[in-house]
């Protein structure tokens, strides 16, 4: 490549209604960035154009200097729907051909709903190939989508924030090995062994013990002004414009194949979202008529007798197939629906809980200051509305208990005169229960 060359790069990433933008360019072996902050890119105001970044000002807020090469947007790694999977002999093309053909056997979706997904391939510890696949929910990023176009930017790529920073470690003078990220909803885990990328774990509320070991973070909840222009900054203090810049200077490695060889290649843009449709037994009698529609149509040289003779067959061939057809789709409906009470009861006797024994530590750990007004069960978990003057004692009672993790608040909430709150939380099972060994335990 020509080291006189200039190669220019957009990385983008939304916080809440905002877009941060990061233009990243490199001459040779430099690089160097500017980056914004769009208040309220995707408020409704601005997608009405009414004032703000809205309109034509949306556009021109995001414009970029010169002429990029591409357009990629990071999308947090909590938010995706991952899966690790070992390879074994197939290839990873042959793993994406598997995914696309049934993505309900690897992600948590209906048959039907439309994903954004790709596959990142890795060697792990003991020399297993093994591959993460990530996926984003279309209806979850499409309004992002929707924004961006008609703002006039067309995306080249979709990574995980995982992925980004790959390249953007390589910016400190000991170069981090774990990275976690933390945000409001959640929080991720990523690992890696020099350039490449070699694990990923996430999930809700808040990390887990041993994300204390991880030498560098991402606070996806800060709000700085920004990262200024090729400024310096912290490995234990980068915020949402860095992973921005991750996703920019990941792309950068990209252009130049020899820079780039070893850098995550995952693309959630890879796989076009498709639309799976499936007709039932009314649905071919209608594809049976439109047959007969079509051919009376092309017969109009055909005298009436020879016309009406031939509707005569096809209705005939349609009433000898339906009944088939009737049997197949009542069959593959009872067959849904075992998969599902299958899949229900191996799940509740995972998480199987005695109601007695839950009752009785939910009541132990209660404080005097609360009370419940509901309780529910769930495969999972418990939900209830609490009565309380200190909810926040309540909560981290109950957090405390070895029973019971992830206490949140599940939207309902009213404060009455005395400061008598009443609110809806929501909490899971431990797993597996403390007293899952119990021979003698209450029934």
Avoid at 151 to 161: F, H, K, N
Avoid at 291 to 298: F, I, K
């Amino acid at each position: 490549m020509n080291p006189l060359s200039k190669r220019s790069i957009v990385g983008l990433c939304v916080v809440g209604d905002d877009l941060v933008v990061v233009d990243a360019s490199a001459r040779g072996d430099q690089i160097r960035w500017t980056a914004r902050r769009v208040q309220g890119f995707l408020s409704e105001s601005a997608q009405g154009g009414a004032g703000g970044a809205g309109g034509s000002g949306g556009a021109e807020a995001i414009a970029t200097e010169g002429k990029a090469t591409g357009v990629t947007l990071v999308w947090p790694s909590h938010r995706t729907l991952r899966r690790d999977v070992a390879l074994g002999e197939q290839t990873l093309d042959e793993l994406r051909a598997a995914v696309s053909e049934t993505p309900d056997a690897f992600f948590p979706v209906s048959r039907d709903e439309a994903l954004l997904w790709d596959a990142h391939e890795y060697t792990d510890a003991d020399g297993v190939r093994r591959a993460i696949l990530c996926a984003v929910r279309l209806r979850d990023i499409e309004p992002v989508l929707d924004r961006l176009g008609s703002a006039g930017l067309t995306l080249g790529r979709i990574v995980p924030s995982a992925a980004s920073w790959s390249a953007l470690r390589y910016a400190f003078d000991e170069i981090p090995s774990r990275v976690l990220e933390r945000a409001s909803g959640g929080w991720s885990i990523a690992e890696y062994e020099g350039v490449r990328w070699t694990g990923l774990r996430a999930g809700f509320g808040a990390p887990p013990p041993d994300a204390n070991d991880a030498d560098a973070m991402c606070d996806w909840s800060a709000t700085p002004q920004g990262v200024g222009e090729s400024s310096a900054f912290h490995p234990g203090s980068m915020h949402a414009e860095h992973a921005a810049l991750g996703a920019a200077m990941l792309d950068l490695a990209r252009i130049d194949a020899q820079d780039g060889a070893s850098m995550p290649t995952i693309d959630l843009l890879r796989a076009r979202p498709k639309r799976r449709f499936r007709l039932g037994a009314l649905g071919w009698c209608g594809v049976a008529a439109a047959a007969l529609v079509l051919s009376l149509l092309t017969l109009n040289d055909v005298s009436e007798a020879r016309a009406t003779e031939r509707a005569r067959v096809l209705a005939a061939e349609v009433d000898r197939l339906r009944p088939g057809v009737e049997r197949v789709e009542a069959l593959r409906a009872r067959n849904d629906a075992l998969v599902q009470a299958h899949n229900r009861l191996v799940g509740i006797e995972s998480n199987y809980r005695p109601m007695a024994r839950t009752l009785e530590e939910l009541t132990r750990v209660t404080p005097a200051s609360s009370s419940f007004d509901r309780i529910s069960f769930a495969d999972s978990g418990l939900s209830v509305r609490a009565i309380s003057t200190a909810t926040a004692d309540l909560m981290g009672a109950i957090e405390g208990s070895p029973l019971f993790v992830r206490v949140l608040p599940m939207g309902g909430r009213s404060v009455a005169p005395g400061g008598v709150e009443t609110v809806d939380l929501g909490f899971n099972f431990e797993t597996p229960p403390p007293f899952a060994s119990d021979a003698g335990g209450t029934p």
